[in-house]
T-cell receptor, first 114, second 112 residues
Framework: DAGVIQSPRHEVTEMGQEVTLRCKPI?????LFWYRQTMMRGLELLIY????????DSGMPEDRFSAKMPNASFSTLKIQPSEPRDSAVYFC????????????FGDGTRLSIL | GENVEQHPSTLSVQEGDSAVIKCTYS??????FPWYKQELGKRPQLIID?????GEKKDQRIAVTLNKTAKHFSLHITETQPEDSAVYFC???????????FGKGTRLHILP
């Protein structure tokens, strides 16, 4: 079991650029979660999918953020255009259930928008 | 909706002493309470969890207690060691079909 795999690990880009974060969940996990972590706001759930379908995107900050899950083994989180306040660590997690089982986190993507 | 409060936000204890982190939740229907540990620069990892049909659970130096009447649960770490230094997050789930709600985290420092 390779765990949840995220890429890239670090991303530095200038404001206004498009940013795409990638995630491969653990095989067999039907739920995928995207989180954002900052010192000020802690760990925030942005969106989660069940069987590739977005279920709850109420945490997505604004229209600049979008997430997709085209198949069971791949998801993307896109920010366009990026802003300095989007700088954070973005985690992807997967689980066999939405709220009744542990979530397995990836190593995260540290995003810096200059 | 569910709300999870965690305190203290920072805790310093002498190596070898015990550490206790407390959380309260608002939704009496919550039934799953995991605890995650996040070391500096690393990902959150589950260290222990408890379900509403159990009052206490232990795993070596770590224990979690749950008081459903008072709607609070606590993490206890005994004989603390330097590698226990990390941020700890509690969480609760209103029901199995709903998303987990995380607390804001407790930064634990183990002093030499």
């Amino acid at each position: 079991d390779a765990g949840v795999i995220q890429s890239p690990r670090h991303e530095v880009t200038e404001m206004g650029q498009e940013v795409t974060l990638r995630c491969k969940p653990i095989s067999g996990h039907d739920y995928l979660f995207w989180y954002r972590q900052t010192m000020m706001r802690g760990l925030e759930l942005l969106i989660y999918f069940n069987n590739n379908v977005p279920i709850d995107d109420s945490g997505m900050p604004e229209d600049r953020f979008s997430a997709k899950m085209p198949n069971a083994s791949f998801s993307t989180l896109k920010i366009q255009p990026s802003e300095p306040r989007d700088s954070a660590v973005y985690f992807c997690a997967s689980s066999t259930d939405v709220g009744d089982q542990p979530q397995h986190f990836g190593d995260g993507t540290r995003l810096s928008i200059l | 909706g569910e709300n999870v409060e965690q305190h203290p936000s920072t805790l310093s204890v002498q190596e070898g002493d015990s550490a206790v982190i407390k959380c309260t939740y608002s939704d009496s229907a919550s039934n799953y309470f995991p605890w995650y540990k996040q070391e500096l620069g690393k990902r959150p990892q589950l260290i222990i969890d408890i379900r509403s049909n159990v009052g206490e659970k232990k795993d070596q130096r770590i224990a979690v207690t749950l008081n459903k009447t008072a709607k609070h649960f606590s993490l206890h770490i005994t004989e603390t060691q330097p590698e226990d230094s990390a941020v700890y997050f509690c969480a609760a789930t209103p029901n199995r079909d709903d998303k987990i709600i995380f607390g804001k985290g407790t930064r634990l420092h183990i002093l030499p």
